[in-house]
Structure formats: structure tokens, C-alpha cells
């Protein structure tokens, strides 16, 4: 697998990986954390969330891990696939239920066969 | 099954004009938002409402952008005058905001993508 310390644009990884997209947040106030995929032309789409009293959540295929402690947030996904190929928001919004969300720079992944 | 809904999805217009952006929230969700996303400034919210009240528009230019929702099923976006630099793809989000428990996500449209000239 790759793994990408700092924030990173671009992630390139070949298919059968497992990619980790870093994402650090501005806001400690901040409850909850959701990552996002946005394929081309496309919305932004939900893929998982966390809140902030876990520092680790799984889905299928994918795991989100929250460092509260230095406002970090990843995003692991296992045997990456080329349907994976998006670009990866991750997403911050205060303790105030249903506030807007406040995104970061996404990372663009790319999964070659 | 459900989905957000924006229309038009591409819209080209000279500076000037006016443009105004049409969204259908999931039937039941209380909670809109709209957002823009350009490649220099990446996503950003223009505003949101909840129960079709705005709550915060502090993200929209108030002189030239206007946001409405005439009734739970539509909610507006206006750009008048339009300027070049408003140019982006302008998204449109909906969510059910309960008292408790609540759930913060936020289901995105299609976007519309606005070119003007």
C-alpha cells in the first residue's frame, strides 16, 4: 500500500492496494467528520463519518481514523479498486447539528490496473 | 430512490444576465444548502435554511446573489447582475435535521455548471 504523511493533490496507486488519504482539520470545536468521493461531473457522494468521541470508524472497504489530538483525519481503503478513482474530500462541521460543511482540499486518486 | 435535484445542470451566460438556479431537496429533509465549488477556492457554502428559513447566507454576495425557498420543494439560487468570476458549478445539498438525535448528512445534487461569458 501507499500511505501519504501530509496532505498530498494526488495519489496514484495500482489496483489491489490499499490507499490512505490524509486530511487535516482546522476547527477543534469541530463534532463531526465525514469523507467524501466526487467523481467527474458528479456531486460530492458520502462514503463514511465519524464523530468526535471515536477515533475509529470501518465501513466496508474503508476505515476512517481521527486524531483529535494533532486535528488529523484519514481515510484507508482496502484493495482499491479503479471504480475508486475520485476525488476525496474530507469534511468538518461544529457541534451545531445540520451546520454547514466545511471542506477541505480534496485529494485526487487514481488506481491503475 | 431519492435524490436531490438541479436544474438546469449547464447554463451559459453572458455578463449581465440574470441566472437563476433551480433545486428539488429529498422529499422529507428539512435542511438546504447551497454550495459552490471552483478550482481555486474548492467548495465553499453560499447558504443554507432549515424548515425553508435561511440561517446563514454570510457566504453569498449579498449584493448580486439572492437564495429562496418558495416552498419545501424548491429551493432557489439568483445571480443578478452575473459576472464572469461567478463562473463555478454551484451545488445544491439537503439533510433531515432532527432536535435529537440529528444526523449531519448531507445528500448533494448534480450540480449546475455556470459559464458566464
Known amino acids: 500500500g501507499e500511505s501519504v504523511g501530509l496532505h498530498l493533490p494526488t495519489l496514484s496507486v495500482q489496483e489491489g492496494d490499499n490507499s490512505i488519504i490524509n486530511c487535516a482539520y482546522s476547527?477543534?470545536?469541530?463534532?463531526?467528520f465525514i469523507w467524501y468521493k466526487q467523481e467527474s461531473g458528479k456531486g460530492p457522494q458520502f462514503i463514511i463519518d465519524i464523530r468526535s468521541n471515536m477515533d475509529k470508524r470501518q465501513g466496508q472497504r474503508v476505515t476512517v481514523l481521527l486524531n483529535k489530538t494533532v486535528k488529523h483525519l484519514s481515510l484507508q481503503i482496502a484493495a482499491t479498486q479503479p471504480g475508486d478513482s475520485a476525488v476525496y474530500f474530507c469534511?468538518?462541521?461544529?457541534?451545531?447539528?445540520?451546520?454547514?460543511?466545511?471542506f477541505g482540499k480534496g485529494t485526487t486518486l487514481s488506481v491503475s490496473s | 430512490d431519492a435524490r436531490v435535484t438541479q436544474t438546469p445542470r449547464h447554463k451559459v451566460t453572458e455578463m449581465g444576465q440574470e441566472v437563476t438556479m433551480r433545486c428539488q431537496p429529498i422529499?422529507?429533509?428539512?435542511?438546504v444548502f447551497w454550495y459552490r465549488q471552483t478550482m481555486m477556492q474548492g467548495l465553499e457554502l453560499l447558504a443554507y435554511?432549515?424548515?425553508?428559513?435561511?440561517?446563514?447566507d454570510s457566504g453569498m454576495p449579498k449584493d448580486r446573489f439572492s437564495a429562496e425557498m418558495p416552498d419545501a420543494t424548491l429551493a432557489t439560487l439568483k445571480i443578478q447582475p452575473s459576472e464572469p468570476r461567478d463562473s463555478a458549478v454551484y451545488f445544491c445539498?439537503?439533510?433531515?435535521?432532527?432536535?435529537?438525535?440529528?444526523?449531519?448528512?448531507?445528500?448533494f445534487g448534480p450540480g449546475t455548471r455556470l459559464t458566464v461569458t
Open positions: 435554511f432549515r424548515n425553508r428559513a435561511p440561517l446563514d
Open positions: 445539498a439537503s439533510g433531515l435535521v432532527l432536535s435529537a438525535p440529528s444526523s449531519y448528512e448531507q445528500y
Open positions: 422529499l422529507g429533509h428539512n435542511t
Open positions: 476547527n477543534s470545536a469541530s463534532d463531526y
Open positions: 469534511a468538518e462541521t461544529p457541534r451545531q447539528a445540520g451546520t454547514a460543511l466545511i
